[in-house]
């Protein structure tokens, strides 16, 4: 079955930098398109990034744009988001998604991002 794998989080201060990893298996990783969304306490979850199945195309919100990279390695099943600048308002529980031409695939369990002091 499809299994989305995330690692990387962690605490980090204002300013400072993490790489979360999803790792993927139970499906064809090259077919699919991969995001990250995060969900901070009492929001809703949002779209932080995506990248298309070949990575010739991604796409970011407006939030993140210019401090975050979505990247993917489909030799090793794995969509990358390289988080630079973090502010405290990154603070969340980010997920790892995948989807096939609009019809979603699977979520992985999350991993906790916390910009602190």
């Known amino acids: 079955q499809v299994q989305l794998v995330e690692s990387g989080g962690g605490l980090v201060q204002p300013g400072g930098s993490l790489r979360l990893s999803c790792e993927a298996s139970?499906?064809?990783?090259?077919?699919?398109?991969m995001n990250w969304y995060r969900q901070a306490p009492g929001k809703e979850r949002e779209l932080v990034a995506r990248?298309?199945?070949?990575?010739?195309?991604?796409n970011y919100a407006d939030f993140v744009k210019g401090r975050f990279t979505i990247s993917r390695d489909n030799a090793k099943n794995t969509v990358y988001l390289q988080m630079n600048s973090l502010k405290p308002e990154d603070t969340a529980v980010y997920y790892c998604?995948?989807?096939?031409?609009?019809?979603?695939?699977?979520w992985g369990q999350g991993t906790q991002v916390t910009v602190s002091s």
């Open positions: 998604y995948a989807d096939r031409w609009g019809r979603a695939l699977g």
């Open positions: 990248i298309t199945n070949n990575g010739g195309a991604t």
């Open positions: 139970g499906f064809t990783f090259i077919t699919a398109a």
